[in-house]
């Protein structure tokens, strides 16, 4: 009984945010942590990085690496500052053309990881420094900046926007995305797909699973997230920029390895990563809390990926062992 729950790949990022949790609601005590709006606060920081480390980590375990996500989301919140505030367009059509635009470069990494055979971390590093160099180019060719504001509808402000007190409703896309990608994962054939396409790749291609398809259909779901993000970001800021999201390119894969996703594929789940990237935002917003130096977070980050690796090699021994 114990070993099967060990064996869970959610197990170590459930347990790592509660002690964590308690921890700073120890440490923050009657500093509003705790609260209502000390919640918010952190789900508002987990939820748009969680917006898209869900389809990292499916990604992670068929076996591949999507750095392109944070000069994406940045693109992305171009499209709509240039559409509506330079062309005067209705935000509504550039909400889609971010979409596609996002869409559009996750296929071009798909195709590019798929039929090159180039490892993926490089191919989607060399697309992250396209996608930001492009949009800064074109920025200042089109209008000579490279960040601008948003003029959005009501209806946008609402669905992308939209605030209960302190929580944001990025909190509610995260839940969506959470809830597609575990029903992906864990109740569809495609979940199976993945899984076998990440831990053996060629034992999946001869059992008729179609890898390349399932490769690419992953990375057009990141690009699409990382768009949803920027879009996101720029009607709730009012403002697009071509730097926005450059963080989440280290930060998604280390919350979902800290969620249990392995670096070799195969294993992971989608509750592991959401227990992960809400672990990221009690830590962001309990080291606020407590007043510390905020370049703390990058010590416990950086110690709980270590643990987060150690723990998950031990854990597939365990499993292959009992197998």
């Known amino acids: ?3 099967s729950i060990v064996r869970r790949p959610e197990t170590g990022a459930f347990a790592a945010f509660l002690l964590t949790y308690l921890f700073f609601a120890a440490a923050t005590s009657g500093n509003g942590f705790v609260s209502v ?7 508002n920081l987990a939820a748009e990085l969680g917006i898209v480390a869900i389809p990292i980590g499916l990604l992670m375990i068929c076996g591949e690496f999507d750095l392109s996500i944070g000069s994406t989301v940045g693109a992305a919140s171009m499209i709509l500052a240039l559409g509506t505030n330079h062309f005067g367009l209705p935000i509504w059509p550039m909400v889609f053309l971010a979409l596609a635009g996002g869409a559009l470069i996750g296929l071009c990494n798909g195709l590019a990881v798929v039929k090159t055979k180039l490892p993926s971390f490089i191919v989607t590093l060399a697309t992250n420094f396209i996608v930001i160099g ?13 960040s601008s504001s948003v003029i959005a509808s009501d209806s946008a402000k609402f669905v992308f926007a939209a605030r209960w007190g302190q929580a ?13 990608g575990f029903w992906v994962l864990s109740r569809s054939v495609f979940g199976n797909w993945i899984y076998a396409t990440g831990g053996n790749l060629d034992a999946a291609r001869g059992a008729g699973v ?10 057009v779901a990141t690009g699409t997230a990382a768009a949803l993000v920027g879009i996101l970001q720029a009607v709730q800021w ?3 920029n071509s730097t926005y999201g450059m963080g989440y390119v280290f ?4 919350v979902v390895v800290i969620g249990g996703v392995l670096l070799t594929g195969g294993y992971g789940s989608v509750v592991g990563v959401v227990f992960g990237t809400a672990l990221f935002g009690a830590i962001s917003s309990g080291i606020f809390y407590t007043g510390w130096n905020t370049d703390w977070i990058q010590l416990f980050l950086g110690v709980l990926l270590g643990i987060a690796v ?14």
């Open 1 to 3: 009984m114990i070993k």
């Open 37 to 43: 709006n000390g919640t918010a606060g952190w789900m």
């Open 134 to 146: 492009a949009t800064m180019g074109f920025s200042r060719l089109i209008a000579n900046v490279t």
């Open 168 to 180: 944001n409703i990025s909190i509610v896309w995260w839940v969506l995305v959470a809830l597609a």
């Open 210 to 219: 179609p890898v390349q398809r399932v490769k690419i259909s992953l990375f």
């Open 238 to 240: 009012n403002s697009g």
């Open 251 to 254: 930060q998604a894969p280390i």
């Open 310 to 323: 150690l723990a998950n090699n031990y854990v597939r021994r365990l499993a292959l062992s009992s197998s």
